[in-house]
T-cell receptor
Framework: KQEVTQIPAALSVPEGENLVLNCSFTDSAIYNLQWFRQDPGKGLTSLLL?????REQTSGRLNASLDKSSGRSTLYIAASQPGDSATYLCAVMNYGGSQGNLIFGKGTKLSVKP | GAVVSQHPSWVICKSGTSVKIECRSL??????MFWYRQFPKQSLMLMAT?????????EQGVEKDKFLINHASLTLSTLTVTSAHPEDSSFYIC????????????????FGPGTRLTVL
């Protein structure tokens, strides 16, 4: 059974710092991995999607890497801003099981202090 | 583009009543919609997958008679929590995918803003 773990559960940094969020998954047979952002009481915004054949994806100040064989992904946020404060969720889509079934981690709650 | 809305954004109801939550894709046709549930400080968990015009597929452990899903059109899916109890209190989020590419695992899901259900 696929399990997704995110470390740390919470992170507080001063504005301007570069930071790394970690995601690990137990079953490397995945189609893709996504990073989402969730603001309090809100839905999810997809940040980056990495197909299993890819190693990384970049969007603006965000860079996500994928090492499928070791079951790890990292989300790198450069020059963090207070507006980056949110919960970041990692999710994988498995082979087998329900089609389109995303398996989520519990998230990392990020707070960027001005 | 790719906006998904949910209504209501929050609802409080008495134990034993039924609550209907709507999920709409505003600017695209969604062949497939998904319903997730999120308990506090827990992961989102997929409850069911619905395809327009057919019966929903429920995940293991989700009671299909309690959580009724209807996907009557390409832009609307509804989740009805029947005979709600306090343990059903949760954050319910839907997502929608453009078309059958989700079955090829290449399409992304677009998420609604969620509905906070509190059962007293």
């Amino acid at each position: 059974k696929q399990e997704v773990t995110q470390i740390p559960a919470a992170l507080s940094v001063p504005e301007g710092e570069n930071l790394v969020l970690n995601c690990s998954f137990t079953d490397s047979a995945i189609y893709n991995l996504q990073w989402f952002r969730q603001d309090p009481g809100k839905g999810l915004t997809s940040l980056l999607l990495i197909q299993s054949s890819q190693r990384e994806q970049t969007s603006g100040r965000l860079n996500a890497s994928l090492d499928k064989s070791s079951g790890r992904s990292t989300l790198y946020i450069a020059a963090s801003q207070p507006g980056d404060s949110a919960t970041y969720l990692c999710a994988v889509m498995n082979y087998g099981g329900s089609q389109g079934n995303l398996i989520f981690g519990k998230g990392t709650k990020l707070s960027v202090k001005p | 583009g790719a906006v998904v809305s949910q209504h209501p954004s929050w609802v409080i109801c008495k134990s034993g009543t039924s609550v209907k939550i709507e999920c709409r894709s505003l600017d695209f046709q969604a062949t497939t919609m998904f319903w997730y549930r999120q308990f506090p400080k827990q992961s989102l968990m997929l409850m069911a997958t619905s395809n327009e015009g057919s019966k929903a597929t429920y995940e293991q452990g989700v009671e299909k008679d309690k959580f009724l899903i209807n996907h009557a059109s390409l832009t609307l899916s509804t989740l009805t929590v029947t005979s709600a109890h306090p343990e059903d209190s949760s954050f319910y989020i839907c997502s929608a995918s453009h078309d059958d590419r989700v079955w090829a695992h290449t399409d992304t899901q677009y998420f609604g803003p969620g509905t906070r259900l509190t059962v007293l």
